[in-house]
């Protein structure tokens, strides 16, 4: 597979003000990645569980750092799971993230 799209692992932190409050703070870091189609069998299983899980992204293992967020065009992703295809490849299933239209 051929990684042709950017996607934007959201990595969370904590940090804090001058007077000690703790601020949430997002870094996105860009990556190449691939896209993959949900299977239909994959889709009705976890429609079942009332899952709803609409694309793959197929990106390199070591880029991972278990982000629980991504965004891809503009549009951010909840990560329902991974899956390591080989050594260097992971998948990573995704869901449109709630409250994102």
Sequence with gaps: MTYD???????????????????????KVPILCGK????????????ANDLKPVIIFEIHGYEYNG????????????VMKTYEVDFETLELTCEVKRGNG
């Design 67 to 78: 982000e629980t967020e991504v965004e891809f065009e503009g549009k951010r992703y909840t």
């Design 5 to 27: 799209y950017e996607l934007k692992l959201i990595q969370k932190d904590t940090d804090y003000d001058e007077i000690g409050n703790p601020i949430s703070v997002e870094n």
């Design 36 to 47: 993959k189609s949900i299977g239909r069998t994959e889709f009705y299983n976890a429609a």
